[in-house]
């Protein structure tokens, strides 16, 4: 079992920058490789960024050059930096583990462990 806790989630104007955590529990950080989704009100959980063991990162071409991935091993925690947030940025954000890992990760069925998710919101 892996639980995964997020944090730092709020109101944010457009333009602005958030930094989101999520620190695991339960098993070697380090031999799993991350990922962050995303759920707008009436729409799906979509891929945001993924991070492998060895720090490969992948990422969403609505977020790419304005969000990153990291993780710090010592600290059981892989973290998301948004910056020059937009309003359709808003969203419940999830942190979730894949335990195995598999070669991709754009997919909800890629991951094993979910996180209970933080609230994203962007104003104009």
């Known amino acids: 079992q892996v639980q995964l806790v997020e944090s730092g989630g709020g109101l944010v104007q457009a333009g602005g920058s958030l930094r989101l955590s999520c620190t695991a529990s339960?098993?070697?950080?380090?031999?799993?490789?991350m990922g962050w989704f995303r759920q707008a009100p009436g729409k799906e959980r979509e891929f945001v960024a993924r991070?492998?063991?060895?720090?490969?990162?992948h990422y969403a071409d609505s977020v790419k050059g304005r969000f990153t991935i990291s993780r710090d091993n010592a600290k059981n925690t892989v973290y998301l930096q948004m910056n020059s947030l937009k309003p359709e940025d808003t969203a419940v954000y999830y942190c979730?583990?894949?335990?195995?890992?598999?070669?991709?990760?754009?997919?909800?069925?890629?991951?094993?462990?979910w996180g209970q998710g933080t609230q994203v919101t962007v104003s104009s």
């Open positions: 979730a583990a894949d335990v195995i890992p598999r070669p991709t990760g754009w997919s909800q069925g890629n991951y094993d462990y």
């Open positions: 991070i492998s063991r060895s720090d490969l990162m």
């Open positions: 339960g098993r070697t950080f380090s031999t799993l490789a």
